[in-house]
């Protein structure tokens, strides 16, 4: 090919016309470059979510069976007192004679709460649970865990934006609390940061420490009320491949009624697929988005192409005059599309 | 025994359909030319003398009538036979050379060998029929911007001679030259002829086609002396 005397005018005519040609060429260089990336994005993002969730993997979470709207705690008047919409101390006790000995399990209060920092309001989820429960799924990266009860930690990212010390000491409204513009301040009760809790990210076991705080379970109760009505239960099994026995075990004990289940059972692996599809849907609509400046670039290929033919028609009619074959003008131009396709795909 | 002529127009017409209407450039033509003829063909503008030259190169095909070439009915063969018999048969000579500015003198003489035998030129014949034009080797790696009309022109002749057609077919080969380097083109021609080629000229230009035996004069689309 490179010998063909079609594939030198070709290749002088790219190189007549360079501006032109390198023009095209970046457009190539453009499009494969937003393709790739978007593609990359998508990708990296999927792998980022599994990475992290498959942290919490060895988890299986359980919540009470009831319509809500969003996730736990996610209503500002949410609290585990205020509806009977929780794990009860009776199930809890059927899930630990479950689980046994083949894993950790650990209640967890949570709610939705207001809260000041020296005189900054935030808004974040509160989690109460046992101080010995901490330590078995999160980290504590500075400072030590709960020791009493008026001691709390905080998430990292919550740490950094309200530049929470360990410590200091932070006021937490009650469920019954007022808008955060200090009128309800006598409702507050205040917490002292003990450590800081190391970032998690996106996790699949619902508890989302990043932005919110932990106390324990007695402050949290003395708080919000609804003492032996737990939000949701985590079980931390020893051995992943026995989830989906423990998890039918615990659907058999507790979901005696099939038509009113009072319990929802999720792990990773359901919380995976659903973020997956989604992610997975965002990454295509991103490639079409790089498609779309491909196919500009296809279209800029072909916009040179047609003024490259429309300078040359004379040359084509000698061409033709002097017995070149109609297939072999065509491949001429081929060749000249490709050089630019492939400098700019090179390129890009 | 009569000879079969190389070429036979035969109540050839070619009519234009342009928006302001139809337009008949030539009107009901005959000729006959027999191979190693010199023709000039010569007439004022607008009288038929570029429409009868696309017809004689088989680069147009007649609205009704037919073109023979060596007694074979030209509008009867494919596109693919038509471009093998321009490039085997016939070799044009125009009046702006009409070489391919993107190769060498080198490769534009090169170029009909390489059309023909699918590879490039190792006989050496492109270079003999550059020498044979009087176009030394360093002027044959130039591009033809780079070379004076009398050198183009003379590139384009060894171009029309390269792959030894029996017809060339010249549209005012002296139209862009000066007087001098004209004669010097017809000389060229002459001998041509004498060696055996078959040659056709448009021209305006009286001088030139004194050279020819035989002149076909065109007014209005028809013949009216021949």
């Known amino acids: 090919m490179i010998g063909d005397i079609f594939f030198q005018l070709s290749v002088r005519s790219v190189r007549l016309n360079f501006l032109r040609s390198i023009l095209a060429s970046i457009g190539i260089v453009i499009g494969v470059v937003a393709i790739s990336t978007m593609g990359m994005l998508g990708t990296n993002m999927q792998l980022q979510v599994k990475d992290q969730l498959s942290s919490s993997a060895n988890t299986i979470v359980i919540t009470a069976d009831a319509i809500r709207m969003g996730p736990p705690g996610s209503s500002p008047s949410s609290s585990s007192s205020s509806a009977e919409t929780g794990i009860k101390k009776t199930q809890l006790n059927k899930i630990r004679t479950t689980v046994g000995t083949n894993g950790t399990v650990i209640p967890i209060y949570s709610s939705n709460t207001e809260f000041t920092s020296g005189n900054v309001p935030a808004r974040g989820t509160i989690y109460g649970m046992d101080p010995s429960d901490v330590t078995e799924f999160l980290t504590i990266g500075n400072g030590t865990n709960i020791g009493s009860i008026n001691e709390a930690l905080v998430g990292y990212t919550l740490a950094e934006s309200l530049d929470i010390k360990v410590g200091d000491k932070i006021k937490i409204s009650s469920a019954s609390s007022g808008p955060p513009d200090g009128s309800s301040s006598a409702s507050r009760a205040s917490v002292r940061i003990v450590g800081i809790i190391d970032t998690r990210g996106t996790v699949a076991d619902s508890v989302s420490t990043d932005n919110g705080i932990v106390v324990s379970r007695e402050w949290f109760v003395a708080q919000y009320g609804g003492k032996d009505i737990y939000d949701q239960v985590n079980v931390i099994v020893k051995d992943t491949d026995l989830i989906p026995e423990i998890e039918d075990a615990i659907d058999a004990s507790l979901n005696t009624d099939e038509k009113t289940p009072s319990v929802r059972i999720s792990d990773a692996s359901s919380q995976l697929d659903t973020i997956s599809s989604t992610l997975e849907t965002l990454t295509t609509f991103v490639l079409a988005i790089g498609g779309i400046s491909l196919l500009v670039a296809a279209v800029s290929i072909f916009n040179v192409m047609m003024m490259s033919v429309n300078e040359r028609v004379q040359e084509i009619g000698i061409l033709l005059s002097i017995g070149t074959e109609t297939a072999e003008v065509r491949k001429m131009f081929m060749y000249e599309a490709l050089i630019l396709g492939i400098l700019g795909a090179g390129i890009g | ?226």
């Open chain 2, 1 to 226: 025994m009569t000879q079969t002529p190389l070429i036979s127009l035969v109540d050839v017409t070619k009519t234009y359909h342009l928006e302001s209407g139809d337009f008949t450039a030539l009107n009901h033509v005959s000729l006959d030319i027999m191979e190693n003829d010199f023709v000039a063909i010569m007439g004022p503008s607008g009288s038929g003398k570029s429409t009868m030259m696309n017809q004689l190169g088989i680069l147009d095909v007649p609205t009704t009538g037919n073109l023979l070439i060596e007694g074979r009915d030209v509008e009867q063969m494919t596109n693919l036979e038509r471009t093998h018999l321009r490039r085997d048969t016939i070799g044009y000579i125009f009046q702006k050379f009409y070489l391919i500015p993107l190769l060498s003198a080198y490769e534009n003489v090169e170029y009909p060998l390489i059309l023909k035998n699918k590879e490039r030129d190792k006989t050496g014949r492109a270079s003999a029929m550059l020498d044979a034009v009087g176009i030394d080797r360093e002027k044959s790696e130039h591009r033809p911007n780079q070379l004076s009309g009398g050198q183009q022109q003379r590139v384009a002749i060894a171009r029309a001679l390269v792959n030894d057609p029996k017809i060339l077919l010249c549209d005012e080969p002296t139209g862009n030259l000066d007087r001098k380097t004209g004669l010097q083109i017809m000389e060229i021609l002459c001998k041509l002829q004498k060696e055996g080629k078959t040659v056709i000229l448009v021209t305006h230009d009286a001088r030139v086609a004194e050279y020819a035996q035989r002149t076909i004069r065109l007014d209005d689309g028809r013949i009216v002396e021949s």
